[in-house]
């Protein structure tokens, strides 16, 4: 199993920018798929992007796609965010999720290993 912990999250304004980190812990980050969910007040965790093993593959949600680009470097065990042209709505707490269940990558169920999340506030 690996440990995740998320940072980079903080205010900036709308059509600003934040590039959001998650860190593991642990000898066998390469081995899993990566993703970021999000939450917002009162809604449910949404699923935002994830990225394969490798890094060769990655998906979006509709909402991010064009703005937001996961990437992951397994030499330093890090996965990121980098979030562009950020509007009010993207406010939320970003979770990194490692997925190590069967089930679809879009689903936080198929994820079972979650950092604590880190908070990104739009101002418009």
């Known amino acids: 199993q690996v440990q995740l912990v998320e940072s980079g999250g903080g205010l900036v304004q709308a059509g600003g920018s934040l590039r959001l980190s998650c860190a593991a812990s642990g000898r066998t980050f390469s081995s899993y798929a990566m993703g970021w969910f999000r939450q917002a007040p009162g809604k449910e965790r949404e699923f935002v992007a994830t990225i394969s093993r490798s890094g060769g593959y990655s998906y979006y949600a509709d909402s991010v796609k064009g703005r937001f680009t996961i990437s992951r470097d397994n030499a330093k065990n890090t996965v990121y965010l980098q979030m562009n042209s950020l509007k009010p709505e993207d406010t939320a707490v970003y979770y990194c999720?490692?997925?190590?269940?069967?089930?679809?990558?879009?689903?936080?169920?198929?994820?079972?290993?979650w950092g604590q999340g880190t908070q990104v506030t739009v101002s418009s």
């Open positions: 999720a490692a997925k190590s269940r069967e089930g679809a990558y879009y689903s936080s169920s198929s994820y079972g290993q």
